[in-house]
């Protein structure tokens, strides 16, 4: 059913700026998904804002409005991105790739836009110069710490324009992870133009927008991203400044994501056949059609359902439940399902900037990975789904006690680490404890 637009909606898509925009998720005002509390905070008041996402009929432009500004999130991030050692073997494995694709070597120039610490661009030292763009203060002098050149921005035009100045175009342009955090998207767009070489080679990863809507994947949504894409509205969104896309491919990250390889369009010649068959898969799900988004809604209430019955079993059977991790989609997921420290004691999370800190919106306590280990809780709730090869493997030693892992997304899932599995998510209560329920 399509939402009658208030004066408190969003006027515009800012892709095409259609004012026909269709509401397809609505989840409630939550706080900022990296706004983690201290302690001395407890007793004030937070800012909370709207997490509606809307679709544009127009352009078909996932989005939600532009409620908080970059500056606000990026200048001291809680998120860094070498925390995850699968995320930093995913960044060596793409520079291998890219090294290989397009012919880089000591002649040629990477810039890598958002990018954190240093994660990606390290693989690139000793053999392919490189400079790094990167907006939050901490976690740039992180990446400088490890020898990548790193320059304090967001990027804009006119840092476009100054770093190709000062650098030269680059022969790539890395926009991984980023796209879908920028509020000026067509502003965006122009900067990567700005930097790419007349013959270079702009790649960007993103969430797709097939897995979120399929699996309902809705703990993606939070107020840094802005807009969630499908190759056809990425397609879009790049044509505005003059890249085309030449070619695309399915990886596995965040759960399901896209990597696009971009060129400026006179130079672009025939994408690849894995273009159209991507194109091909979305519009067979439904997606280049508005009406293929309505089931996102249904779906999402499911697994909330779901979750909270079990979590309320658990209390109610005396179980001790904590958390693994405190990512931004876990903000979402606890906010959304109104989850507290009376169903989820604590979790934990390796960034030592979360330790001693609370779960924004949920309050909920952040403590080193080997609280766990020392608390021994009967269940263990993994808020970052999207790693659950990485941390099942990391966290088999919580079947020493008895202890299960518990996954919400795509589907409440109950692990026994040491290798069997309980997909409806139904617990065995006396196996788990260790006594007769």
């Known amino acids: 059913m399509q939402e009658q637009l208030t004066d408190s909606a969003p006027s515009a898509c800012r892709l095409c700026g259609s004012t026909r925009l269709r509401s397809v998720l609505d989840l409630g005002a939550t706080p900022p998904c990296e706004s983690f509390l201290t302690s001395d905070e407890l007793d004030r008041p937070e800012s909370t804002y709207p997490l509606h996402l809307r679709l544009c009929e127009q352009c078909l432009l996932l989005q939600i409005p532009a409620l908080i500004t970059p ?19 995913h960044a060596r494995s793409y520079v291998q790739q890219a090294e290989d694709r397009l012919g880089l070597t000591g002649d040629s120039f990477v810039v890598e836009v958002a990018s954190n610490d240093g994660y990606l661009l390290q693989h690139f030292l000793g053999s392919v110069p490189c400079l ?11 990446a400088r710490d490890r020898g990548v050149p790193t320059r304090t921005d967001f990027l ?13 175009p680059a022969d790539l342009v890395v926009a991984n992870n980023v796209y879908a955090h920028i509020p000026d998207l067509l502003g965006f767009t122009r900067a990567l133009r700005g930097l790419v070489a007349d013959d270079g080679t702009v790649s960007i990863e993103v969430h797709h927008a097939l897995n979120l809507v399929r699996y309902a994947q809705f703990d993606t949504i939070y107020h840094e991203h802005f807009q969630y894409y499908t190759l056809l509205s990425a397609t879009r969104a790049l044509a505005t400044a003059g890249l085309a896309v030449v070619d695309a491919e399915f990886i596995p990250t965040h759960g399901g994501s896209l990597r696009i390889w971009a060129r400026p369009a006179p130079v672009s010649g025939e994408p690849s056949d894995a273009v159209a068959r991507i194109l091909a898969v979305e519009q067979e799900a439904g997606l280049h059609d508005p009406a293929g988004y309505d089931a996102l809604a249904t ?11 079990f979590l309320l079993d ?29 169903l989820l004691a604590y979790t ?16 909920i306590p952040i403590y080193p990975p080997e609280y766990l280990d020392a608390d021994r809780p009967d269940l263990v709730l993994v808020m970052p789904w999207n ?7 990391s966290l088999a030693h919580v079947a020493q006690w008895g202890g299960r892992l518990v996954f919400a997304l795509p589907e409440l899932t109950v692990l ?9 998510g139904q617990v065995d209560m006396a196996r788990t404890t260790g006594v007769q329920a």
Do not use: M
Request: glycine fraction near 10%.
């Open 132 to 142: 790094g763009i990167e907006p939050s203060v901490n976690v740039g002098a992180a």
């Open 71 to 89: 500056d606000e999130t990026f200048t001291d991030y809680a998120y860094f991105s070498s925390y995850s050692d699968s995320w930093v073997e």
């Open 156 to 168: 804009d035009e006119q840092v476009a324009a100054q770093v190709r100045r000062e650098h030269g």
């Open 348 to 363: 934990v999370d390796r960034n030592p900037y979360k330790h001693g800190r609370f779960t924004p919106g949920t309050r």
């Open 314 to 342: 658990a209390a109610r059977d005396g179980l001790r439940v904590a958390g693994y991790g405190a990512p931004g989609k876990g903000n979402t997921l606890l906010n959304y399902c109104g989850i507290r420290p009376d």
């Open 416 to 424: 026994d680490p040491s290798g069997s599995s309980d997909p409806s």
């Open 299 to 309: 779906r999402t209430a499911a697994i909330r359902q779901d979750l909270l019955r």
């Open 387 to 393: 790693l659950r090869t990485e941390l099942t493997s």
